[in-house]
Nanobody, 115 residues
Framework: QVQLVESGGGLVQTGGSLRLSCAAS????????MGWYRQAPGSQRELVAT???????DYADSVKGRFTISRVNAKNTLYLQMNSLKPEDTAVYYC?????????WGQGTQVTVSS
């Protein structure tokens, strides 16, 4: 079992920055890929960025060049640095971990970007 807890969301103006954190606990040694997803009201949950245990990253086109995903394996922590935020980035952001053929999710953290 893996437990994930996100933090760092909040309200920010257009063009501002936020850094999200996700602390993993439990059987973290089985985690292969971690990622951030987001879900806006009335929309489906969508991929934001992923990172493998080896550090390979992938980003949604909408956030490339603005967001940076990183992880510190020794601390079992995942980060998402979000710069140049836009109102369309407003959503609940969820941390995800793929481990032992299962998906684990955090409870989500709200990010609101005001225009």
């Amino acid at each position: 079992q893996v437990q994930l807890v996100e933090s760092g969301g909040g309200l920010v103006q257009t063009g501002g920055s936020l850094r999200l954190s996700c602390a993993a606990s439990g059987s973290t040694f089985i985690i292969k890929v971690m990622g951030w997803y987001r879900q806006a009201p009335g929309s489906q949950r969508e991929l934001v960025a992923t990172i493998t245990s080896g550090g390979e990253t992938d980003y949604a086109d909408s956030v490339k060049g603005r967001f940076t995903i990183s992880r510190v394996n020794a601390k079992n922590t995942l980060y998402l640095q979000m710069n140049s935020l836009k109102p369309e980035d407003t959503a609940v952001y969820y941390c995800n971990a793929e481990a032992a053929f299962r998906d684990y999710w955090g409870q989500g953290t709200q990010v609101t970007v005001s225009s």
